[in-house]
């Protein structure tokens, strides 16, 4: 087997590209990136944008393994040799169907093995060029836990800052548009940091997380800064790796400061899955009973009852996000650089102006 490093080739038909880094040049090169694992594998974490061809599907991969074990190797290996030819002629009849002569593909499994090795046989022998991740899906994950647990964040990182409802994530999604490096962990863990920031589709693993956030932190320009939204150490489940956590828990903070009036009509009209789930709504405060007093859980029962929203997001801020805001922002007070004074938020354009030239004062 010919191994190339960062795009090198071989005139081998049995090619194995081994990565150097995660955004590596040589990714680029091929039409399309081909996760050959089974389902519940390539759901955990994938290479981006890589397409799953499962070779053997989630039951099928049980199967084999459990012949594999009490059985024999050689009953397992004739037995997944079997489903690999069945379901790589229907993914070559399939999806593949229309690709051409010309067409490059990238194949992986878990460690770059039997199952990566079978297909691209079997691809190769059809004409197509197809090269291997060697090492395969670990390849890739060893890349990315350290990138995002050992090494530095390469650019400098300054933190947005501001209570519950102030519009971080809309104004930092501003300022990418306007060019300023940014990192939306809110986006990347897809939920809004807040006992009711779940959204519907769920939130991607741990490993499909930081797989994302590494891709992020790789292509950083280390000359220019990198803003960052003020988070906790979790974002719904996910928790935030500790290169990025420790930069954030050390960098220049700009806060912003909004009245809460303004925050809750924010909070309210932005929302909108919620407003259209109160039974959601009233689970997740019924849960805070042990935290608040008994009358102060029946007014936003109430407010939930009658869809007061804006009522309700205003109690929310001031009694329960607020103190507790409070007491977190005060651990980081001496890295307060700045405070930009929001008197509404109905113009996110321009508060994102406002904040963008505290930053350039700032840089």
């Known amino acids: 087997m010919t191994r190339f490093r960062s795009g090198r080739r071989s005139t081998s038909t049995d090619l194995a590209l081994t990565l150097t880094r995660l955004l590596d040049p040589a990714l680029a090169g091929f039409d399309d990136i081909v996760d050959v694992r089974s389902p519940l594998e390539y759901a955990e974490d994938h290479l981006p944008g890589a397409i799953n061809l499962p070779v053997l599907d989630d039951g099928e991969r049980a199967r084999v393994g459990t012949i594999y074990k009490q059985v024999s190797p050689f009953d397992a290996r004739k037995l997944g040799g079997a489903m690999v030819a069945a379901n790589a002629a229907r993914h070559i009849a399939g999806p593949l169907a229309d690709r051409d002569g010309s ?68 104004i930092l999604a501003r300022l990418a548009k306007r060019g300023w490096q940014v990192i939306d962990l809110e986006g990347l863990a897809n939920h809004r940091g807040s006992l009711f920031g779940g959204q519907p589709q769920g939130q991607p693993s741990q490993k499909l997380f930081e797989g994302r956030l590494a891709v992020v932190l790789e292509g950083l320009d280390p000359s220019r800064p990198v803003v960052v939204e003020a988070e906790s150490s979790r974002i719904g489940d996910i928790v935030v790796p500790k290169s990025l956590w420790q930069a954030i828990c050390a960098a220049p903070r700009l806060r912003l400061d909004v009245p809460v009036a303004a925050r809750a009509g924010y909070t309210a009209a932005t929302y909108g899955d919620m407003v259209d789930d109160p039974a959601r709504v009233e689970t997740i405060v019924s849960a805070l009973s042990l935290l608040h007093p008994a009358e102060r859980i029946e007014g936003w029962r109430a407010a939930v009852a009658t869809q007061d929203w804006r009522g309700l997001a205003e109690g929310l801020l001031r009694d ?44």
């Open 320 to 363: 329960h996000y607020d103190p507790r805001y409070l007491r977190h922002r005060m651990r980081y007070a001496e890295r307060e650089r700045a405070v930009v004074v929001l008197d509404a938020l109905h113009d996110l354009d321009a508060a994102a102006a406002q904040v963008e030239a505290a930053l350039a004062r700032l840089n």
């Open 103 to 170: 067409w490059r593909g990238l194949v992986y499994c878990w460690r770059g093995g039997q199952r990566s090795g079978s297909f691209a046989t079997i691809l190769s022998q059809i004409g197509w060029r197809v090269d291997r991740i060697e090492g395969g899906y670990k390849a890739w994950r060893a890349l990315v836990v350290d990138r995002v647990q050992n090494r530095p964040v390469p650019a400098p990182v300054i933190v947005l800052d501001g209570n519950t409802g102030s519009a971080k994530t809309a």
